[in-house]
């Protein structure tokens, strides 16, 4: 650390980045006197771009929210629909085409189970999240 007269001057290898531009900004007095102008607009530029960001992450959150739930439904119907054909796979005495009514999850679902070629067919239908029809179908071979 050396004097010169009223002022200080600090080794500069100690300081971080930041620090010794600001030291050097300094020196001899020129500081930058008209910066307010400058700050003012870095500030309205950042946050334009701040709220550009969140007008695109709110509706996209919004979207993911509602897909996870209509992918939610649907493994729950299809999980419902393996568990009403397993009765079907294993006796051979229940009468096809038969249609089956039935509310999961509150969700009201349309049961249909039919014979095709030597496979057993189970589809479920139903209206997801959005009030779009869907239809989820799974196919087992009959016991014997």
């Known amino acids: 650390m050396e004097q010169f007269g009223n002022r200080v001057q600090w080794p500069l290898k100690h300081l971080p980045g ?7 900004s300094e ?34 959150t919004s979207l993911l929210l509602n897909e996870r739930e209509n992918l939610q439904q649907k493994r729950e119907m299809a999980n419902e629909l393996h568990n009403e054909l397993q009765p079907f796979l294993r006796e051979n005495k229940r009468p096809l085409p038969q249609r089956l009514q039935k509310t999961v999850d509150g969700d009201e679902a349309e049961f249909r189970f039919t014979a ?17 029809a869907n239809q989820f179908c799974l196919y087992g071979y009959p016991e014997k």
């Open 27 to 60: 020196k001899d007095g020129a500081t930058l006197k008209n910066s307010k102008g400058f700050t003012m607009i870095e500030a309205l530029v950042a946050a334009s771009v701040l709220m550009m960001v969140i007008s695109t992450l709110v509706p996209l």
């Open 116 to 132: 095709e070629n030597n496979l057993l067919k189970g589809c479920v239908s139903w209206e997801n999240v959005n009030d779009r």
């Open 18 to 24: 930041s620090i010794i531009l600001f030291v050097l």
